[in-house]
Structure formats: C-alpha cells, structure tokens
C-alpha cells in the first residue's frame, strides 16, 4: 500500500502518453486546409478563443483549488489534491472526449479541445467538495478516471444524440457534478460523520483563502458560460447575462444570509459559495435570447434558492438522507445546476417548437441520472 | 432594525429588476445595424473591449477586495462588503448612467457599458476606504446608491457638457471617490477615533492578504486607463504610459519611505498603496501625446507625494481636521488624482488652445466640489 | 549607510528618466509606415501581444512575488523586493535590449518591448530566490542592474550573433537566471548556513501563500512559452506543448514526492516547485514542430529531475559545494533549463541540418557560461 499513489500515478501518466501518441495530433493550418467543411477554421486555428480559455484554466487551477480552503486542517490538501486531478483530468479528457467524436480515429486538437478538456475536470472538483476529507488520494486517481469517463459519455449523448442545448453546462457539468460527488459520498456515509466532522472548522484565514477561490470564479464566470458560446450575438449575450445574474446573486445571497442566521450576521460560508449560484444557474440560458431582467431574476432566486440550501437541506442530508457533503456542493452546483435546467426548458417553451423542451429535459435528465449511478459504481 | 438589511437588500434588487425590465435592452448586431451612425459598429458588438473588461473587473473585486484586508479585525468585513456593494453599484451604475447618456430613453447597452459600469462602483470602493469600520452594511447600501447617483451626474458634465479628458478617470473616479469618502468621514468623525481606532492594526498575515490587492491593482492598471481610450495610437500608448509611470512610482515610493521611516526600514502601509499612485497620477494623461520620460516622471512626483501624505498629511487629518480616513485613501486616490488633473492642465497648455485648459479645470473642480457635497448630504 | 537606499534608488530612478529621454520613444502609426521594411507593423502597433503581455506581468509580480513567500520570515519582504526589483529591473531592461538592438541609436517601444522587458526582470527574481536571506535591498539594486545587463548581453549574443532559437527561454533566463544566482550565492556563503538557515522554516498559512505564485505562474506559463513565437501555427503549438507539458510534469512530482518521502506522504516544497519544472523545460521546444505525446515526456522528465533535485542535490550543494540555494532554484529553473536546451538539441538534431544543433549548443554553454561568470563578479 506505501507505494499504491507513486505507482498509479505513474502508470497512468504512461498511459496517457502512449493514448497521445496513438491518438492526438495538433491542429494545424494545413490539416485544416485539407478539411472539406471550412466552417470551423476561423475557431481552430486563431487564438480568438484564447483569452476564454485562460479564464477558465484560471477558475478550474486557482478558483476551484482556492474555494475548498476553508477547512483549516485540508487547506494544504484542498488545493494540492484539486492540482493533481485536474492536471491528470485534463491529459484523459482530452483523450475521452476526442475519441468519442472521432469515433475511435486519430483526431487533431486546438484551443477548443483545451477548453473542452478543462471543462471535464470541473465534474471532477465539483464531486471532490462533496468527498472532501472522506477520501485517499489513490481514491481521487480512480475518480478522476471513472467521472470523466461518465461526463465525456453523457456529453456526447447531450450534445450528439440529444441535441440539447448546454452553453455554459448548468447540467452537463454542475448538476451531474454534483449528484456523482453526492452518489459517492452516500456510499462512504460513516455514522460517526452524523455529528460533524470533527476537522470540519474554518479559521479566520483559511476563509480568507477561500474568498480568493470565491472571487476569481465570480470574476471569470462570465466566460467559463461563454468560452464555446458562437461567436457574435449568441457570445456577447452569453457574456453579459453571466455578468448580471451574477450581480443580483450576491445581493439576494447576502439578503438571505442576514435574514436567516443569528442576530442578521452574515454566514461566510453563504458569501463564499451561494454568491456563485448566479453563475451556474445562468449556464444553460446564457446564450438564448432572453432579456436582461430575466437574468437578474434567474440569479436572485438561484442566491436566494442556495443559502435556504445550505441553512435547512445540508443538515437534512447529513442526519436523514446519511449523505454528508462537506462543501455543500449541493447548493452551490447541484440546485442551481437544475434550476438552470429548467429555466431553459421555460425558455424553449415560450418561444420553440415544443420537442426542444424534451431534449432539453432528456439532457437534464441524462446528466443527473448517470452521475447518479456513476457515483454509486465509483464510490466502493 | 432586524431585518432592515435583508430587506433593504431585497427592496433594492427588486427595484434594480423592475428598472432593467423597463430601460435596458442588449446590444446586438441588428439592432446596431438599424443605427444610422455606423462609426461605433465596431466597438459594440465585436469582442475588443471583452480583455480590458475582464482586468478591470479583477481589479474591482479582488483588487479593491483585497487591498482593505489589511486590518486584522476588518479582513472578512473588507472583502465582504466590497463584493456586496460592486454587485449592487454595477447594476445601479448601469441603470443611471445608461439614462443620462439616453436621456430617459431605453437604450442598448454592450461590453463598453459593462467596463463604465465597473467604473462607477469604482468610485464607492474607493470611499468605502476612508469610512472602514465606521459604518454598518445598511449605510453602505445607501452610500452605493447616493454617491453612483452623484458619479453619473458629473461624469455627464465633464464629457457631456466641459468636453474634458480622462480617460483613466483620475479625476472623475479618483479624486472624485476620495474626496467623496472624506467628507463622509468628516461627518461621521467621534472624538474616540483621535487616539487611533482600537481595531485599526494589521497582523503579518493580514498584509500578505493586502498585498494580493495591491499586485493585482499594479499589473492590471494599464487596462484601467486605456480600456475606454480610442483604438489605435491612443490606445497603445496609455497603456505604455501607464506601465512605465507604476514602474518609477514603485522606486520612488520604496525611497521615501525608508527615507521616512526609523532606521530606514520600509513601511508595509507605503508600499500597499504608494506604490499604485503611478496609475492613479497617469489617468488623465494617459492617452495624450506625452515622451515617455514624462510618465516616468509623473511616476515618480505620485510615488514621493503618497509616501508624504502618508506620514503627514494623514495625521494632520485625523487631529487637526477632525477627518478619519481609515485607509489613507486621500493619500492614494485624492493627491494623486488631483496631480493627474493639474497634469493634464500643463500638458494641455504647452500644446493646445487655451480653451481646453478651462475645461479640464472645470472637469477638476466640479469632481472635487461634487463630491464634497455629496458625501456632507450622504453622511447624516 | 543609513540612506544609502533611498539615495541609490533615487538616483537610480533619475538615471531611468535620463536614459529615457534620452533614448526612448513610443511607436506611432506614423513611425511604423515611414519604416521601409514593413513586416512588423502588425505586431507593434497592434494589440495582439497585450494578452499575453498580461499574462506574463502577472507572473512576473503576483507569480514570481508570492512563490517566495513560503518562508515565515521572508513573507513580506520576498513579495516586496520581488516588486521592487521587477520595477526597477523592467526599466533598464527596456533601455538595455533598445541600446543594444538599436546600436547605440534613439529607439522606438511597443507591447513586445514590455514583453522584453518583463522577461528581462525574471532572470533577477530567479537568481534571488538562490540569495533570498542573504543580501541586502542595496545589494539587491545592484544585482538588478548588473545581472539584466549580463541578460541583455547573453541575449543578443544567442539571438543575433548564434542565430539560435530559444523561444520560452529555457536557457537564456530560466538556466541563466539559476546558474547566475547559484554564482552569488556561492561566494556569499558562510559557513553558518551549512547547518540551515535558522529562518528557512515555513508554516502552514505561508505554504498557501505560495501556493498562490505555484498556481499562477503555472496557469499562465503557455503565453509566457509564446509571447514572442511568431503568430500561426508555431505560437499555437507553443501554447499546447506548454499546457500538456505542465501537466505531465504535475502528476510525475506528486508521485516521485510520494516515492522519496517518508510514509508516501506529499512534500509542499516539491507541490510548490516540481510542478512548475514541466514549463521551463518546454521553454525552447515549445513551438518546434514536435508530436503531443513529446510534450508529456519532456514534462514527466522535468518534473521527475526536479524532485530527485530538491532530494538529492539541494543537500549536496549546501554541504559540499558550499553553495546555499534558499528556494531551490537549481532545481526548479537550472536543471529543467538545461533539460530544455538539451532537449532542442536533440529535437534539431533530428530534423534539421547540423549547424543549428552547434548553434544550439552554443548558446546553452553561453547562457550558463555568462551566468556563473557574471555571478561570480557581481557576488562581491
């Protein structure tokens, strides 16, 4: 067992350079010259989706790693153990994802891939933060592999099959991050968990740590819900409904937080976290043709939905449900994942022709009911 | 008094939906299109502004965040109140100065509106500075919303009715936001506050915390300055200006204060802010046909002057003209911003015709007086 | 000797000013069209590069400063003169590359100069990771302005005289920023720093603090690997190599931590250091037409060497050579550097005719050869 890490982590870097070498070849001017369908040159070979990628590289390395410092004795292991699996996630998505759409061919890769690739690591984090301090790190190698595995197969079946729309991945990313890291936190559900952990304790800087994480993932979300939105209106709307329902988000959250704690305190866990529900809430709708105040209200209630989660629904799983969350994933990805969800299938409804709102709901439900009985497979 | 947070909060964003519902449309390629003048097709639409935005919007909510984390007693509140009060003022600052520029009409608005709106809550951020820890969340909702209302009206009269220039804003956002705050702070002063507020100390790690809002200032300060600036030339070169006047700030700032200080140790209070005065100084000259050893000079002047204000002048605020300013910001966004204008003054003069003198004092004066005003009727 | 810091960096800063004035002028428009060679207009007036200039800023001062914070008792001053010298260090630098590529003439700056700049700073903040604990804020201006003449020189020599390629710099800053530093830390050595240095200690919060510079130098070292490649094809290559490298290199040093570490438990040094290694390695590769899966291995090696370094080396180095290298330079910017320029050799060696490979070889050997020299002089 000492030398189970080392040697897994090894092997699987072995393996992913010998899946590249079989399989990956950079995108380059000339093998997109000899594509027949021109349409996708522009996209593949400038760098105009560049800045969107190191935005989300920035949210998935130092906003995701920074988030799950609060715990004052896993902060060092929070931000390392976020490093590893999104280091290795990102090798193996790559990998997944372009195998499904090449169909077991050799296929190229560009800055898309790149976003693509960091995207199927932020599953990963997400289920992480319900596992937290529950788990060894061998543990997270064989999650990382499993859960993109599972993400890479319910995105090519929302995407290809479904024809389901998922900009900013409400539920292809958020919800079923969620429910796999909660679906595996069920499974290693230990009753001395019932009364609290007892490291389970923030100080007065690991909160401070953790708003960094809070911040640049609020600061950025905006073109984690844009980076492969089309370019031109459909972007530029992705970007700016992102910007305000993220606004109005943090004033509800901080309504609720006073409303519901002791003597109108504010509760920094609901400022560090439900602040973002604005973000994810917004990821399915963010490029439909919505008006403004739509997203001002989609991010009040996904602010206002969230800190009522974490207040009355983490306890209720703890002591009930015998699922302990520990970051409260749940309120922050889980909830809001499907409010976004269903806020499209609203959207669609009032103005598309109704099949729309099916694979819009086949999507929803794909993306929790995988991550489901992913995370119950993973988790012994 | 309870619940006169949450539900102020609450009152304010349902206001800030009702307002966007009415008033704000997105921009988008077709309605640009129908607009008889094509010069800003351009800007508005395409993504060009989309990078400068997102530096401004770091410096905006880790960059003001962090920076007035400094105070050992106060970290969590700084960043807390920060991120509120830039949530709800962007929204706000959208709303007015969206009106003002339409004349009551509904307008369109894109990325250029999303950085201006950035800018107004700028200006509260910058107040907040002088009032830390002398006033609750409530009065700071009501400061949002006073003094973004008192910002749009004399950003009108400054572009709309002078003609000035600034367009790294040191007057209508710098000195407007500090003279602002400290005629807040002039109101709001007790006798208790003469002796040095009790909180008012910072521990070791508490100024690492600070220095992540400093650094992050520093390197994005560039886009600042040159974010609304005319494409091209103008463009490039307040961007220059910009970086080479924070270099030279930073030498002349570390000279001074150990110059100042016992034994020739430096002061961390210095090089947290006297060290950014560069970019403040620089903002209303930052696109005009200046050498570039004027920036470095400029730089420099702004470096030596906060480092001064901070030994000195503050002092001389708190006991003689009964002003508390908690975080020094006369010193760093007051001077400064006023160097900046008288700058542009000489600048203007040695080049062209005296009209255009009048106007950029006129746009100083009026920053200045309005401010004042303000702040006196928003304090009580 | 109680001012002899505020005078030198005084009148250092008025020096800067000087030269300025003397030699520098922005890049217009209309300069660029009276050039008769137009090639590079669209590079220097253009703002294509600001993106990646930004990047790299924000390794140089957030990266680079907080890195070094993991010492208790170096936090701030780490952070502090990390600025200070990049400050004064991205001036001269900007003079000494003008002087030497204009031959003496008045010279004309754009982004890429910054970019320059910026470049020329990191071979400093390198060497004083190696003397961190040791030198003086006087010692320290000095070694700024001697050793980014040394760069300057090194530079023009590999790039105008050798005709060598060394894109990311692996050689010219990472291997000749470690070597020189490793220089001055030889002859500053006492032999009280055998038995470690009685401050070398970290503690828990000041580990997440350079957790911070790990992730951020990290995230952004693919546009530091191709600020400069020529736009197309080789500064989208040197992107991805850069990303998978860094990858490959994160998981190779948590598991060889694992291996080399008692109980298989993760040593934070080589978390912090080790899995940037992948990035300097790439550094001359990085835009050379190689396969992905070249990439992984060349950041697996880094990352391997790196971690056996700081076990094995870092020892030897202090105990025998008599060389204390405060934050493991060698390991993080020496060893992988020369990996790096090794590496190009092999991968011209294989392609292209012969002579590249010599001029390859030459400028590895004048890049360390340089360093340890200029080092030495500048040591006492």
Redesign the interface.
């Known amino acids: 067992m000492?030398?189970a890490?080392?040697?897994m982590?090894?092997g699987?870097?072995v393996a992913?350079?010998?899946l590249?070498?079989i399989f990956?070849?950079?995108?380059?001017?000339?093998n997109l010259s000899q594509k027949s369908n021109s349409t996708s040159v522009d996209l593949d070979?400038s760098?105009d989706l560049?800045?969107f990628f190191?935005?989300v590289?920035?949210m998935i390395?130092?906003g995701f790693?920074?988030l799950m410092?609060f715990l004052k004795k896993y902060?060092?292991s929070s931000?390392?153990i976020n490093?590893?699996i999104a280091?290795?996630g990102?090798?193996w998505g790559t990998i997944t994802q372009g195998i499904l759409h090449s169909h077991g061919e050799k296929f190229h890769?560009?800055?898309k891939n790149?976003i693509n690739a960091d995207f199927s690591t932020a599953t990963v984090l997400i289920s992480f933060g319900a596992v937290l301090g529950k788990t060894s790190?061998v543990q997270m190698l064989i999650m990382t592999i499993l859960e993109i595995a599972a993400f890479a197969g319910n995105e090519y079946l929302v995407v290809e099959i479904f024809s389901a729309s998922d900009i900013g991945a409400s539920m292809t990313i958020h919800a079923f991050g969620a429910y796999f890291g909660l679906a595996v936190a069920g499974v290693l559900y230990r009753s001395g968990l019932r009364k609290g952990h007892p490291k389970e304790e923030s100080v007065?800087?690991s909160?401070?740590?953790a708003?960094?994480g809070t911040?640049?993932l609020?600061?950025?979300w905006p073109?984690f819900n844009s980076a492969i939105a089309e370019?031109?209106?459909k972007?530029?709307?992705a970007?700016?409904n992102t910007?305000?329902s993220?606004?109005?988000?943090?004033?509800?959250a901080?309504?609720?937080s006073?409303?519901l704690e002791h003597?109108?305190k504010?509760n920094?866990v609901h400022?560090q976290n439900a602040?973002l529900a604005g973000g994810v809430a917004m990821g399915t709708c963010a490029d439909m043709n919505i008006?403004?105040?739509f997203s001002?209200?989609l991010g009040?209630l996904a602010g206002i939905v969230s800190v009522f989660g974490f207040k009355f629904l983490t306890p209720f799983f703890t002591t009930k449900l015998r699922i302990h969350d520990t970051c409260g994933v749940h309120n922050l990805h889980g909830l809001p994942g499907v409010i976004g969800g269903l806020a499209s299938i609203v959207a669609i409804a009032m103005e598309i022709p109704i099949t729309s709102t099916t694979k819009q709901a086949a999507a929803l439900g794909s993306s929790i009911i995988i991550a489901i009985v992913g995370g119950l497979i993973t988790g012994p």
Do not use: K
């Not at 993220?246 to 509800?252: D, E, H, I, S």
């Open positions: 000492r030398f890490f080392p040697l982590a090894i699987l870097e992913m350079i010998a590249f070498g990956v070849q950079y995108e380059t001017d000339q070979t760098l560049y800045p190191r935005d590289h920035v390395f130092a790693g920074f410092t902060g060092f931000v390392g490093f590893l280091a290795l990102l090798q890769i560009g800055i790149m790190p007065y800087h909160d401070l740590f708003m960094i911040l640049f609020w600061i950025f073109s370019p031109g209106d972007q530029h709307r970007i700016m910007y305000f993220l606004a109005a988000c943090v004033v509800t901080y309504a609720c006073s409303l003597q109108g504010l920094i400022i602040t008006p403004p105040y001002l209200i009040s």
